[in-house]
């Protein structure tokens, strides 16, 4: 069906036959297994017989003994194997089909389509038509979860990500996409839960995990499940709140540059009383997060600041 090629008309195949020959051994020990009444007459003669003979002698065998036809019929056999090109679209097409005419597309396609594009808004739109098309798809599930975590619509991610964990319970890639939801509703029991069944389905998760340790203290853990992640704001994050003023300096100040990082160099500065990186840290965070502000004027973190001029222009 569908064929690009005439089937009436063969000659664009390439056709490989090759073959081995009578399976005596097989023959043998089938016969030697079977329930034939004669089968000691018929192994003595087709034993005996010289090699070019053994065929001649089997059919002769057949006329004589019919039932001998029920243990020849399991050893002929043939393997056929086709080796054949399917058919695929380009990355261009794939990318095209996807915004016009998606339910032209496989699962595979259309999820792979949304990796094909920087635009959040096209991808977001991409990832919520896979998950309506594919509705008993796990994978179409979690892959608009995560593209709602990523655009800050938490609510709707964990609508989605539940879809997936209904469709494929005690899925490792599920529960961790699923930890990830809770904790960004400060759901952190839940969310150590999520990450602990995923981590024993086999999931890396270890990070995350160190994540949560932060929210309930255990900073020196954290630090050993991050391993030897450096330049990460949590990395950070943990070493400051274990006083390592100078370690938490450092990874803060390689780390992707956020209002968060930025905040917490100020800290690291007010801590150490270092002025100079503490309005340097706020101005750069306000600018990034103008509600910072709010945070910091009561931030205790800043309470020696809270009656300097400098600071309190950078606040209001």
Known sequence: ????????????????????????DGFMVAVQNSKLAEKSTILNVIKSAAPSKKEEETRNMILMYPELENVLAPLRQATITVRAFEFKRTAEEIAKLATTQPEALTQKELLYAATLTKD?????????????LFANSWEAQANYAYSEIANGNISSALTYINKADKLAPNNATVLNNKGVILAKQGQWDN?????TDAKNLGADVNYNLGVVAIQFGEYQKALGLFGSKKCDVNVGLAQLMLANYTAAKTNLSC?????????LLAVVGARTGNDAEVFAGLKKAFEINPKLKGKALND????NYFNNSEFLSLVK
Request: hydrophobic share 40%; proline share 2%; with cysteine.
């Open 1 to 24: 069906k569908d064929s690009k090629i005439n089937m009436e008309n063969c000659s664009a195949v390439t056709f490989n036959v090759s073959g081995h020959g009578p399976d005596w």
């Open 120 to 132: 959040a808004a096209v991808q977001a739109s991409i990832y919520k038509t896979a998950a309506k």
């Open 191 to 195: 969310a150590k839960k999520a990450f």
């Open 255 to 263: 780390a992707v540059e956020t209002c968060k990082t930025n905040y």
């Open 300 to 303: 205790r973190e800043f309470i």
